[in-house]
């Protein structure tokens, strides 16, 4: 991360950035200080609360993302005053200017006169003599620019048109180069610009899936990123053309207008009248298209920034999923030729033994299938079955219910769950994979993983990368960096709000602990298997390459059961054990005794054990500890029940109600298995009741919902279902309904003026009005 350049920018940064984050300048100082000194995020929202104000992750994390963007901004402008400066051309006005620009496109705009450029045709206007005749044409409108022209008109400029188109072309790079108009321009296309597709012809089926937006026109302003992540996904498979313009008549001539006005182009002589062309000119072959490569980089930046939010939502819910716990554990693989892969984990996750079934076409072998289930189950005394929901899931759960039906009598039946499989596939052909199971076939590798990430789904799929675990839509369509720096960070976050088992967690799991790495992580694996399990976080010291920084860090996250300190099995961090035990002393007990005890501390004020070093919030937090020490903040585990006999998306019929597992969150609305191989959609008007602006505020990834079919269209495989309770109209008519824009056509209203010379109705109009704010 770069650093700010002097106090002065240091202090305007924290400013800035304290009243997007709801938080004071002191407060993110201090975190700017802490994030320079190498603390990590989870650090510093868990450990220096004192220090920071008690500012959260979330607070953080975009203190973190905009640190880093405004001090690029701030090394901009001290670059661009340097260019200007070195050029001879840098006034007291033009350093005001640059000293107040709040972003890099206004920055830009105010560089653009004096950024070297190649050569263009004004430079060419130019050589050739060409700009008093702008000046003269300026000065003099009263005198018809041709014949100012005629003087002008050399062996390099053989006639008056090209003296005129020379004179055309100066000024038009001078009004592309005006900031103030450009900032004009660009916040009226912001507020009045739509966003337009339509079908290429001849495209129709090969687009099919893009069929909404064969006719489709909405608000610039109000496109939400899936639609405006599908339109651009549409266009660059060339099946749609896009457009990001004003409306082709009155907002057009509003546009011009705006240009005319910076002229002064209001008369009705000569002059004016040219100048006028000049500016429907510049319109036309400059500014329209400079601002929809502007408008079209605001929007993608801007769905981007929607979906990634989406998708680490997404993720955050999926890794704190419930877990169902250490529990001997039959992870199943669905297959149909491939036979179903069958994978036995105990409860610390070691694999046992592994097997391969054939229950389906073309083996037909249902009995060897069940007897192998049998015998794993009862000799691995199996308490949980895992099984994924790929294809011929719902095949494999009724083979597994028929199973149990088999098992000896007296014995409790183990319990099937139904597991997302997102990115198993990946985990079994990879790297890490290989190194974990050499010996063992990649495909029952997957079961393996699926077996796993029902047991801890945290531990497991921090080993696949994000993107790989399904988290979002369009998700291959967003900056990758941007959404692999967002992802990575909600994955620390979520490893750092549980904890880690020292002495159990796999390299990739320790990887994710703040203050850690892939290669310290690996260094603690090789170092535990060398000598065995920890007996403290102060032996992780003798881990090579491990220092005091990194232990700082590091230790509060990290947990030891049955250690030879119980605060070890804490998130009390080491560098607090002393005021720890002064509390445990205070109780007059032992230590072992008053962890997890109720009620044990009761009697006692936090503000009592207050020191220097730690303020009120760390004494709070570990009392919180003490009366409930390594607690897990996940949900308890609860699975969802598919209903018997509907196992494709033939056998929905609108109206029945069924139960299922939230698979992933949009803005849009909650895609929801119901066990037919295709996710169904809840509108955001079908989640409830009442009025649902964000969906996140009624369901998150891994919730159990009950939900009731609304249709189904079985060519283009969707399925809208409703979780309200008064019976509301289909997902697909309330889409209609709460449109933004009409799709197609022209908006109903149209401007005055329609159809009259540029010189009167809206372009007049428009032109006055834009005079009158000049």
Excluded at 52 to 78: C, F, I, N, P
Excluded at 133 to 160: F, G, K, S
Excluded at 206 to 225: C, L, T
Aim: proline share 5%.
């Amino acid at each position: 991360m770069t650093t700010a350049a002097d106090p002065q920018t240091a202090a305007r940064i924290a400013r800035t950035i304290a009243g997007e984050i709801s938080a004071t300048p002191a407060q993110v100082a201090a975190a700017v200080t802490l994030l320079d000194g190498g603390a990590t995020v989870p650090f510093v929202a868990r450990y220096r609360k004192e220090v920071t104000g008690g500012l959260d992750d979330t607070q953080l994390r975009t203190l973190s993302d905009r640190l880093a963007y405004l001090r690029e901004l701030e090394a901009r402008r001290v670059t661009i005053l340097r260019s200007i400066e070195d050029q001879g051309k840098l006034t007291d006005d033009l350093r005001r200017s640059i000293a107040g620009a709040d972003s890099k496109a206004a920055l830009e705009d105010i560089y653009l006169p004096y950024k070297p450029k190649r050569r263009t045709k004004a430079m060419i206007a130019r050589e050739n003599g060409l700009e008093p005749l702008l000046r003269a044409i300026m000065d003099t409108r009263a005198t018809a620019p041709e014949t100012l022209a005629e003087a002008y008109v050399t062996e390099a400029v053989p006639t008056v048109k090209d003296a005129l188109n020379g004179a055309r072309d100066i000024l038009t790079e001078e009004l592309s180069e005006n900031a103030d108009l450009l900032g004009r321009l660009r916040a009226f296309m912001r507020q009045e610009a739509f966003v337009s597709a339509r079908v290429i012809a001849g495209k129709e089926q090969e687009g099919a899936k893009f069929s909404d937006y064969f006719d489709h026109r909405e608000s610039w302003a109000g496109i939400p990123s899936h639609r405006a992540l599908a339109i651009l996904r549409a266009a660059k498979e060339e099946i749609v053309t896009m457009e990001i313009a004003p409306d082709p008549e009155a907002g057009q001539d509003r546009a011009i207008a705006m240009i005319a006005a910076t002229l002064e182009a209001g008369g009705e002589t000569p002059g004016d009248l040219w100048l006028r062309g000049v500016a429907k000119w510049a319109w036309r072959v400059k500014f329209s298209i400079s601002l929809y490569i502007d408008l079209l980089g605001e929007m993608r930046e801007r769905a981007h920034d929607e979906a990634i939010t989406v998708f680490s939502r997404n993720l955050k819910d999926l890794l704190l999923a419930a877990p169902a716990g250490a529990k001997a554990t039959l992870g199943l693989d669905p297959g149909i030729r491939t036979g179903v892969k069958a994978a036995v984990v105990d409860r610390t996750g070691k694999l046992l033994d592994t097997a391969t079934l054939y229950p389906f076409q073309p083996r037909l072998d249902l009995r060897g299938a069940q007897a192998t289930l049998v015998d794993l189950i009862t000799r691995h005394g199996i308490e949980l079955i895992a099984i994924g929901n790929g294809t011929a899931s719902r095949e494999t759960e009724r083979l597994v219910a028929d199973t149990l039906g088999l098992l000896p009598p007296g014995g409790k039946a183990p319990t099937k769950v139904v597991v997302s499989e997102a990115g198993a596939s990946v985990y079994s052909a990879s790297e890490l994979a290989a190194q974990e199971f050499p010996d063992l076939d990649v495909s029952l590798r997957g079961a393996v993983s699926i077996a796993r990430r029902l047991q801890d789904p945290l531990a497991e799929l921090v080993k696949i990368t994000p993107q790989s675990i399904g988290v979002g839509q369009y998700q291959h369509d967003v900056d990758q960096r941007r959404l692999s720096q967002a992802l990575e960070a909600v994955v620390e976050d979520a490893v750092n709000a549980v904890g880690v088992d020292l002495n159990m967690a796999s390299a990739p799991l320790l990887a994710q602990v703040a203050g850690l790495g892939p290669s310290l992580a690996q260094s603690i694996v090789l170092h535990r298997d060398l000598n065995g399990a920890f007996p403290s976080r102060k032996s992780l010291l003798k881990v090579a390459g491990l220092g005091p920084k990194a232990f700082e860090q590091c230790a509060g996250f990290l947990r030891i059961r049955d250690g030879e300190d119980p605060l070890d099995a804490s998130s009390v961090h080491p560098e607090a054990y002393d005021v720890a035990r002064r509390i445990v002393s205070a109780c007059g007990r032992d230590i072992r005794e008053i962890m997890g005890a109720a009620g044990a501390l009761k009697g006692l004020a936090p503000a009592d054990f207050v020191t220097g070093d730690f303020g009120l919030p760390t004494v709070r937090d570990i009392f919180s500890e003490l009366e409930k020490p390594g607690r897990d903040p996940r949900p308890e585990f609860r699975t969802a029940t598919f209903a018997e006999g509907v196992e494709d998306i033939k056998d929905l019929k609108p109206g029945m109600r069924l139960e299922g597992t939230v698979t992933n969150v949009a803005a849009f609305g909650a895609f929801v298995d119901i066990g037919v191989h295709q996710d169904g959609l809840v509108h955001v008007s079908q989640l409830a009741d009442r009025f649902v602006k964000d969906p996140h505020e009624v369901v998150k990834a891994g919730d159990v919902v009950q939900v009731r079919v609304t249709e189904v269209d079985i060519p283009r495989k969707r399925i809208g279902l409703s979780m309200r309770k008064d019976g509301g109209g289909s997902a697909r008519a309330e889409r209609q309904d709460k449109s933004p824009a009409p799709r197609g056509g022209k908006p109903k209203a149209q401007a005055p003026g329609r159809g009259k010379p540029a010189e009167t109705g809206a372009f007049g109009a428009a032109l006055l009005e834009a005079m009158k704010r000049k």
